[in-house]
């Protein structure tokens, strides 16, 4: 998927045991992928391996410094709290110079004040606490000015992530980053409904919209349904589409020999038409964006030919597509055989004999 620049530990695997359910999810991303993965750990312990494995495919401290592979996911619970298990992730982190990436929930009216601008008050408090710890440790470790912060539905007890002003938190705690100086991250694009419908369109297209002309840095949220409890490939591939037309708003409007015009309307007159004028073929891709066949935009006669598909059929498709044509990643031999041995002695550390077999 081009338009999505890295991936997620999204899924718990339950066929390993609870206590190394996050260091397996990691050592899959790592086995079987090939972008950067936004993570994190369940307990302290846990650090020490998935460190060790991205040192196993950097090759070093050093180079895993240098090119980072994860960005941690670290969390404090409001009221402005850090636990022990986030306090340690930061410091170890920041050890490593693994990037992380803070994640304040205010919930607006629940776990914060009502007014969004209350909210937002208590998000800085508690992005700016976790910050003061990483940089105490390790002075200009990496790290991202984040959030999931939202608006608390008290009809249904919930906290929308699709909700207008969940979003309106989240482009404006993205200022106060950036007037920090900070690159920020927010969950934004993504949908509270529970199947992939209309809504799960106009809330994750409305956020990735409102992420981009924002400037948000790093916005998580593809694939994501139902309160960030459900991740599902068809929206997956449906978000690619989204996030590869806020790209192409994002380059904006230019003028590519455009002037002087008039030779390119004496063309038109006489051709009849520019579909193969030279001016056309040279810059059609580069302005037009084209989407897979996820997006539909053949014509009524031609789209009952093809099967009449639904959205997430067409979706289930390029599941389907995407799937068949995996080719396993460049890692070398020895790199594969140091990862899968350690977690293979980790593994053995909860009472595991042995792993889940792994289809490559």
Same mark, same amino acid.
């Given at each position: 998927?081009?338009?999505?620049?890295?991936?997620?530990?999204?899924?718990?695997?339950?066929?390993?045991?609870?206590?190394?359910?996050?260091?397996?999810?990691?050592?899959?991303?790592?086995?079987?992928?090939?972008?950067?993965? %936004?993570?994190? @750990?369940?307990?302290?312990?846990?650090?020490?391996?998935?460190?060790?494995?991205?040192?196993?495919?950097?090759?070093?401290?050093?180079?895993?410094?240098?090119?980072?592979?994860?960005?941690?996911?670290?969390?404090?619970?409001?009221?402005?709290?850090?636990?022990? %298990?986030?306090?340690?992730?930061?410091?170890?982190?920041?050890?490593?110079?693994?990037?992380?990436?803070?994640?304040?929930?205010?919930?607006?009216?629940?776990?914060?004040?009502?007014?969004?601008?209350?909210?937002?008050?208590?998000? @800085?408090?508690?992005?700016?606490?976790?910050?003061?710890?990483?940089?105490?440790?390790?002075?200009?470790?990496?790290?991202?000015?984040?959030?999931?912060?939202?608006?608390?539905?008290?009809?249904?007890?919930?906290?929308?992530?699709?909700?207008?002003?969940?979003?309106?938190?989240?482009?404006?705690?993205?200022?106060?980053?950036?007037?920090?100086?900070?690159?920020?991250?927010?969950?934004?694009?993504?949908?509270?409904?529970?199947?992939?419908?209309?809504?799960?369109?106009?809330?994750?297209?409305?956020?990735?919209?409102?992420?981009?002309?924002?400037?948000?840095?790093?916005?998580?949220?593809?694939?994501?349904?139902?309160?960030?409890?459900?991740?599902?490939?068809?929206?997956?591939?449906?978000?690619?589409?989204?996030?590869?037309?806020?790209? !192409?708003?994002?380059?904006?409007?230019?003028?590519?020999?455009?002037?002087?015009?008039?030779?390119?309307?004496?063309?038109?007159?006489?051709?009849?038409?520019?579909?193969?004028?030279?001016?056309?073929?040279?810059?059609?891709?580069?302005?037009?964006?084209?989407?897979?066949? %996820?997006?539909?935009?053949?014509?009524?006669?031609?789209?009952?030919?093809?099967?009449?598909?639904?959205?997430?059929?067409?979706?289930?498709?390029?599941?389907?597509?995407?799937?068949?044509?995996?080719?396993?990643?460049?890692?070398?031999?020895? %790199?594969?055989?140091?990862? @899968?041995?350690?977690?293979?002695?980790?593994? !053995?550390?909860?009472?595991?004999?042995?792993?889940?077999?792994?289809?490559?």
């Amino acid at each position: 998927l081009n338009n999505i620049a890295s991936q997620s530990t999204a899924m718990i695997p339950s066929d390993v045991h609870e206590l190394v359910s996050d260091s397996y999810r990691l050592y899959l991303s790592l086995l079987l992928c090939e972008k950067p993965v %936004v993570t994190g @750990t369940f307990t302290i312990e846990a650090f020490e391996i998935m460190k060790d494995f991205q040192i196993a495919v950097r090759g070093s401290g050093k180079e895993l410094a240098e090119k980072p592979l994860t960005v941690f996911s670290c969390c404090p619970t409001a009221p402005i709290k850090w636990s022990d %298990v986030t306090s340690q992730n930061l410091l170890d982190c920041a050890e490593y110079s693994i990037p992380v990436e803070y994640i304040a929930m205010p919930l607006s009216g629940f776990m914060a004040p009502v007014t969004l601008v209350g909210t937002l008050i208590q998000h @800085t408090a508690e992005t700016l606490s976790g910050l003061v710890i990483s940089q105490l440790a390790n002075p200009g470790t990496p790290v991202l000015y984040g959030g999931s912060p939202a608006v608390f539905d008290i009809r249904y007890e919930t906290t929308p992530m699709g909700a207008i002003g969940t979003m309106m938190i989240d482009c404006a705690y993205n200022e106060i980053g950036k007037y920090l100086g900070l690159p920020t991250q927010a969950y934004i694009g993504l949908s509270d409904s529970k199947m992939l419908d209309a809504q799960a369109g106009l809330e994750s297209s409305m956020g990735a919209t409102l992420a981009a002309l924002a400037g948000i840095n790093n916005i998580s949220g593809p694939g994501m349904l139902d309160f960030e409890s459900c991740f599902s490939l068809e929206k997956l591939v449906v978000d690619n589409e989204i996030c590869g037309m806020t790209f !192409r708003m994002l380059k904006g409007i230019e003028p590519k020999e455009d002037f002087p015009a008039l030779p390119r309307f004496e063309e038109l007159l006489k051709e009849q038409h520019l579909l193969i004028s030279d001016h056309t073929r040279r810059y059609l891709k580069e302005e037009i964006y084209f989407p897979s066949p %996820v997006i539909d935009r053949a014509n009524r006669s031609r789209w009952k030919e093809e099967g009449g598909l639904s959205l997430g059929q067409r979706a289930r498709k390029e599941v389907d597509k995407h799937i068949g044509e995996y080719e396993p990643v460049g890692l070398g031999e020895n %790199v594969i055989s140091e990862l @899968t041995k350690l977690m293979e002695i980790e593994a !053995r550390r909860v009472g595991m004999e042995k792993l889940p077999e792994i289809i490559r």
